[in-house]
């Protein structure tokens, strides 16, 4: 069984900051990418962030040079650090991850229960 629990949502004013943490658990043996999406109500899920193990990194063009994504490898969790908030940012962020349970298994999707992230003045 894997578990992935998002933590850091809230409400903050345009311009602000604040970060969200995602923390894998359970059995795992290795995991490849891990990332954030975002869903707005009335509106799609769409990509925010992606960081591989390597270090490759995947942003949408709506928050580039705004948000940064990071991650402990060793403690299997991810971050993203989101300035300059706006109210277009508003939405509910999901964590995901690509998790292998087995050496010999293969890489399944799985996901966060999301967190409210709401920009407002």
């Known amino acids: 069984q894997v578990q992935l629990v998002e933590s850091g949502g809230g409400l903050v004013q345009p311009g602000g900051s604040l970060r969200l943490s995602c923390a894998a658990s359970?059995?795992?043996?290795?995991?490849?990418?891990m990332g954030w999406y975002r869903q707005a109500p009335g509106k799609q899920r769409e990509l925010v962030a992606t960081?591989?193990?390597?270090?490759?990194?995947n942003y949408a063009d709506s928050v580039k040079g705004r948000f940064t994504i990071s991650r402990d490898n060793a403690k299997n969790t991810v971050t993203l650090q989101m300035n300059s908030l706006k109210p277009e940012d508003t939405a509910v962020y999901y964590c995901?991850?690509?998790?292998?349970?087995?050496?010999?298994?293969?890489?399944?999707?799985?996901w966060g229960q999301g967190t409210q992230v709401t920009v407002s003045s």
């Open positions: 995901s991850a690509k998790i292998a349970r087995m050496a010999w298994g293969h890489f399944d999707d799985y």
């Open positions: 359970g059995s795992i043996f290795s995991t490849h990418v």
């Open positions: 960081l591989t193990t390597s270090g490759s990194t």
